[in-house]
DNA sequence: ACAAGAGATTTGAACCTTCAAATCACTCGG
DNA sequence: CCGAGTGATTTGAAGGTTCAAATCTCTTGT
């Protein structure tokens, strides 16, 4: 037995589609004139152009993206790494983003490419394996920490990407887009401030871990101080379990004497502060105003106010930012795109009822269909 | 100015790496030298084969994607859609399920392509184009609703796909994955009475909505009865906001009289019982038991024990069976694969604390790095 | 009626890889 | 010392597309 001597490759079959020659030989006409149709219609004849489309229509004819890319040396692909460890894996930000992703570079012909080791260290090997085959033109970076070796490793490889997020290590580098959390939780207090609440606390991780928390701090510090509003031993920190919120929570809400809002950096914070809410049983929005912030689906199944971000504007600004980066155009030169996100407005801070209509929690039933998640 | 006439593509520039010509030349040997050494080593003598790695190290070469799968008609990525509105957009295990496809397809050699129209309703004009361009070779479905029409349409193009949930339309197709619930509230109730609970409610959507959710209130029903415990009255539904859920919650609880257990159908719900324990002033876990469903990141943070899908089998399980359709193997004629899923145990079922050590809630400090979501 | 030119269409080449077939270099038995 | 046989390596072809250049077919002015 001679053995069969093929590599151990894998997905075998491949089903039969329509050439551009299939096309041309039913239409009559050659290869060239097929593409012309399809890519240059004013240098075809109408008659020639109308027989030749019937004949793509019928036969169900689409250029072949991989004999396309080989000509062009262009795959068409962007690259993203999605990790089934640490941090971003429950991520509720990514499924939604990739979604947008996908659309925006939809509209321009290009797609979306996720991949990802097991193993958090090399990462940069998935990077290398994506970049070096050609199966991607480009990468868009997500969860950038401090001392990221992605950026450089690309930067050096030539590689063109942008990053949702700004990328610390290099101040020069400006394809990035980011969403101007001071701004949010900003928006988040003048908000509560028209809603009638007379103090605003606020409630995130402790300073110093995360820039973009910090970012998110210094929003509301800000704005309350424009705004007259108190600061001191308003703006609480607490660590990533319940128990810490909710002490640090009932801290808050007893120095504002249960009545005020509390502005918090994400939407499972808030959860905490409403369940602190309950235990000192007062009632969210009339007593006491919440506001969240990423406005997941916990926001909405907690009728919390919460601070959007405009993940439809960022994929379409990373993709088009990508789209220059490519064409080898010049990167910005001030800086990257930071955008305002906005409010979602919901029960929790309704105000203090006084008589006045109020912004329903819009209840639901919950949709049909067969989702595997929540 | 006679214009520039070019296509209103794309993606410009791309750079050069190299080839399997520029290795060859390199190692003074002839390309299929090249590919005899990357593929069927033993074709190739030693020292040959050891200058030709050395200089594809030295380049870097690899194999470009296009052209490989231009030569064997296969393009190596499997398609999965992702919905920009509608359910599933905001689907929390989405980003995790991709994660695990991406690492399970590229142990493969294969890689994930997500895609999606912004446009509800035309979703088929998408997978069409996916399909036609071979930019894919097959389909992951996921969120299958009752009269989905892709299964259907991609039968008919003869392109292979696998379903993450029961294609509800053809109990004949079985190339399908999906999770226990039943099993895992059955789990759920199982683990809540060794906990010492003497009863164990249940939360979830009302009957009929979905199958998914009826077959984990059949899961606690039939665990219950199994177990000797009392299901009358100790059903609730709700709906999907907070104020339902907390009202039936409330209910759950004073019907058990403040001391037992309540099985979720989701860690939103969960959470929502979790509130109205908060008002009745009850302590999760010592006093009243709580399961959610997913182990969501909203799971961890409230210290709630959940039911976990293997989101890393799924995959594997997905990717494997896609392969084996891809290659034209029979799919398995009995039914899909019915995976069980687990318990992740926290704080809110330890028990009713008789001195015994409980297990505590997992309190962690906020990961660092900048992670744009939560 | 014919050269020039414009418009329409075809041919040739290249993109990069892999498979199949052909060639080359050796060893060994007779 | 030659033909056969074996192992190592090279050449040819194909896969589907697009660009550049070549060819063909008219129309128009003189």
Redesign the interface.
Known sequence: MAGT?L?A???????T?ATIDDVASAAGVSRQTVTNTL??PHKVRAETRDRVRAEIQRL????????R??Q??????LGIE???L???????????L??????AA?I???????????TQESSLA?YE??W????V?AFVL?????DDPRPGWLAEQ??PFVS???V?NDPAFTRWV??DGGAGTSLAVEHCRERGYEQVAYLG??PG?????DDRYAGWRTACTAGGLPVDDLGGTC???????TAEALSLIDVMGGRGAVVCA???IA??V??AL??R?LQVGRDVGLVG??D???A????LTSVR?PL?LIADQLVLML?DA???QAAPETSGLLLRPALHERGSTRGHDDGRAATP??????????????
């Open positions: 001597d590599p490759s894998g997905w075998g079959g491949g089903s589609k890519s240059y169900g004819y689409r250029p072949s993206a991989a004999a890319s080989m062009s040396r262009i795959s068409g692909a999605l990790r089934t640490g941090p971003g894996y429950h991520n509720g930000l990514m499924a939604p990739l979604a947008e992703l996908s659309r939809g321009r012909g290009a797609h979306m490419v996720t991949f990802g080791e097991a998935a394996h994506m070096l085959t050609r199966r033109d997500t969860d950038t920490e401090r030539g590689a949702f997020g700004r610390w980011d969403v991780w402790q871990l995360s820039p973009v928390m660590a990533d379990d319940l128990g810490s919120v994400t939407d499972l959860v905490g409403h369940h309950a235990v049983g912030f990423d997941s689906e916990t909405r199944l907690h009728g971000q439809d789209h490519f064409r080898g929690a819009t209840p639901t039933t919950p949709t049909t269909g067969t989702t595997n998640g929540d």
